[in-house]
């Protein structure tokens, strides 16, 4: 599955290029460099955490397919319906999931980082979170109790996740009758709205039936704001990742009774217990206003190249994940999520070059001893 990751980076950066080039020669940039370098490192993060938690991503689902499947090897499975079967069950399994992910607070703090880019285009799509994995397994298990295989199960998720890539960019606009069943564009630019109207709605991954089945879709009218109604204003990927937690166990703390600390766990997204002063109201003309670090020229290409070299070393790592040791896959990791914590501070001038490229240095170094 790695070198199938592998082989469609290539593919993913040239439409992103592609999509930059039409909206520049149109005079309708949706991109800024530190954002779009933001949105692809955590993209190449996620691939990281993905080889150390193995376990979550499909070990549980393996586990529970040999212990409880109920038409384990069915020739069924094997043939075009039951691709097409499982690809389906996969995606409206993925709508909980995805729903989940909004309207539980523990949910939310994982999948917050996929939204947190105030910027709508292509490089958003692969702005995946790191640690949905932890929880989301559980979501699946249906499909591991009706037979569906181990590899089947990751190549339907690979193909939703996948479908998802092109429905992240502004420059489509409405499509008719596709509109009405399947996600698109105008759908998901709704889905990563913070306007009122908005919150919370087309959850669908390949299909927007879901939301109409279960009352979440809304059309796409006015203009949309994009990012959180917390915004992260920082291009650090581990704050990217655990700001959440850290907001939702500051509120924690901040409760009367326990009982409370622990409710807020599992509840909606900025719940508050009776006789507490709720939240201020959100501002969406403050939502507007978007987080930038303006860099001169050169540091834009450093971080350019920085992020390229960071780039190959991912990729040849997950090349040959398959061939090393947990031990091995687990440091190399580290080391490269240090080059990219070193590029967002560099994003964010709170480290100079030299001090990035030293970094660096050390992180390929500590990978490259790894995997001898």
Avoid at 79 to 85: H, V, Y
Avoid at 90 to 102: E, I, V
Avoid at 305 to 333: C, G, H, N, P
């Amino acid at each position: 599955m790695e070198k199938i990751i592998v082989c469609v980076i290539p593919v993913f950066l040239l439409l992103i290029a592609a999509e930059f080039a039409y909206g520049y020669l149109r005079r309708r940039n949706t991109y800024r460099f530190a954002d779009a370098v933001s949105s692809l490192s955590q993209g190449v993060i996620s691939q990281l955490v993905a080889l150390v938690t193995q376990l979550f991503q499909v070990g549980l689902y393996s586990i529970a397919y040999r212990a409880f499947a109920v038409f384990p090897a069915a020739r069924f499975w094997q043939g075009a319906l039951g691709w097409i079967a499982a690809i389906v069950m996969f995606d409206f399994f993925d709508y909980w999931l995805h729903r989940f992910g909004h309207e539980n607070a523990l949910g939310w703090a994982a999948h917050a980082v996929h939204h947190q880019s105030q910027d709508f285009n292509l490089s958003t799509a692969l702005r995946q979170e790191s640690t949905v994995a932890l929880l989301g397994w559980i979501f699946y298990l249906p499909m591991a109790i009706l037979g569906v295989e181990p590899e089947q199960f990751g190549i339907a998720g690979l193909v939703v996740l996948v479908y998802q890539f092109w429905i992240h960019t502004e420059h489509i606009g409405k499509l008719g009758w596709f509109d009405r069943v399947f996600s698109s564009p105008s759908n998901h630019r709704v889905h990563h709205a913070v306007n009122d109207q908005y919150l919370d709605k087309n959850y669908g991954g390949m299909l927007v039936i879901w939301d109409r089945m279960f009352g979440t879709f809304a059309e796409e009218k006015e203009a949309v704001v994009y990012g959180t109604r917390t915004p992260l204003n920082s291009w650090d990927p581990l704050w990217a990742i655990f700001s959440g937690y850290w907001q939702l166990a500051h509120a924690a703390a901040q409760m009367p009774r326990w009982q409370d600390r622990l409710k807020i766990w599992f509840k909606p997204p900025g719940w508050r217990p009776a006789g507490m002063a709720p939240y201020p109201p959100f501002d969406l003309d403050a939502a507007r206003r978007r987080y930038d670090v303006q860099l001169p020229r050169t540091a834009n290409v450093l971080a350019a190249l920085q992020f390229l070299l960071l780039l190959m070393a991912a990729s040849a790592l997950l090349w040959i994940a398959d061939e090393q040791s947990y031990l091995r896959l687990l440091v190399a990791s580290a080391a490269l999520l240090a080059g990219f914590w070193a590029l967002g501070a560099f994003m964010q001038r709170r480290l100079g070059g030299a001090l990035v490229l030293a970094i660096d240095l050390a992180a390929a170094t500590v990978a490259a001893y790894a995997l001898i």
